[in-house]
Antibody
Framework: EVRLVESGGGLVKPGGSLRISCATS????????LAWVRQAPGKGLQWVGR??????????DYFAPLEARFHISRDDSKNTFYLQMTSLRVEDTGLYFC???????????WGQGTLVTVSS | DVQMTQSPPSLSASIGDRVSITCRAS??????VAWYQQKPGKAPKVLIS???RLESGVPSRFSGRGAGTDFTLTITSLQPEDVATYFC?????????FGGGTRVEIK
């Protein structure tokens, strides 16, 4: 069974930083493209970014307005990947989902989400 | 960036009705569209990929069609468990983008 479990969300002040994690199991992690998608309260889905495999040089792509502040990494030894967020803004508040991005160009499997609240 | 314009934003239909949701892409995206169902408080679940391919375990009352710029998700006989918000997503190019969502309710 494929499982993705996010952790590390919470309350952070504007301008602060936060790293959220996604622990995975049930698939070949080293072969997977991994992604983050977020959802502001009551709003739609927004792609944050994606990281390719080690064999593909860990290439990342980001939603351009976030690229300077957000960074995705992965640890293949732990089957876990991360989203490091800096200079957080109130508008970054939302539910952050981790997901796998498959060969058919869709998000195959999703975590349950972790809530990030940016507020003073 | 490819913009995905989804309509309607919401709809209300009776049990057993045929329901259709559309997404229009701002440029041709071949067949690189996926459709998701999201229930309140839950993660999205992929229903359809590559415009028409039904994902494993998804009821056959769901179907997708389209290519180029115009895509449709159809539920042939609406069931109570289909109450959810539905999103389209284009996989043609980065940045990946989603439609604004369609909230489906039972009348």
């Amino acid at each position: 069974e494929v499982r993705l479990v996010e952790s590390g969300g919470g309350l952070v002040k504007p301008g602060g930083s936060l790293r959220i994690s996604c622990a995975t199991s049930g698939f070949v992690f080293t072969d997977a493209w991994l992604a983050w998608v977020r959802q502001a309260p009551g709003k739609g889905l927004q792609w944050v970014g994606r990281i390719k495999t080690q064999a593909e040089n860990l290439t990342t792509d980001y939603f351009a307005p976030l690229e300077a502040r957000f960074h995705i990494s992965r640890d293949d030894s732990k089957n876990t990947f991360y989203l490091q967020m800096t200079s957080l803004r109130v508008e970054d508040t939302g539910l952050y989902f981790c997901a796998t991005y498959g060969a058919s160009r869709r998000f195959d499997y999703w975590g349950q989400g972790t809530l990030v609240t940016v507020s003073s | 960036d490819v913009q995905m314009t989804q309509s309607p934003p919401s709809l209300s239909a009776s049990i057993g009705d045929r329901v259709s949701i559309t997404c229009r892409a701002s440029q041709s995206i071949s067949s690189w569209v996926a459709w998701y169902q999201q229930k309140p408080g839950k993660a999205p679940k992929v229903l359809i990929s590559v415009a028409t391919r039904l994902e494993s375990g998804v009821p056959s009352r769901f179907s997708g069609r389209g290519a180029g710029t115009d895509f449709t998700l159809t539920i042939t006989s609406l069931q109570p468990e289909d109450v959810a918000t539905y999103f389209c997503q284009q996989g043609h190019s980065f940045p990946l983008t989603f439609g604004g969502g369609t909230r489906v309710e039972i009348k």
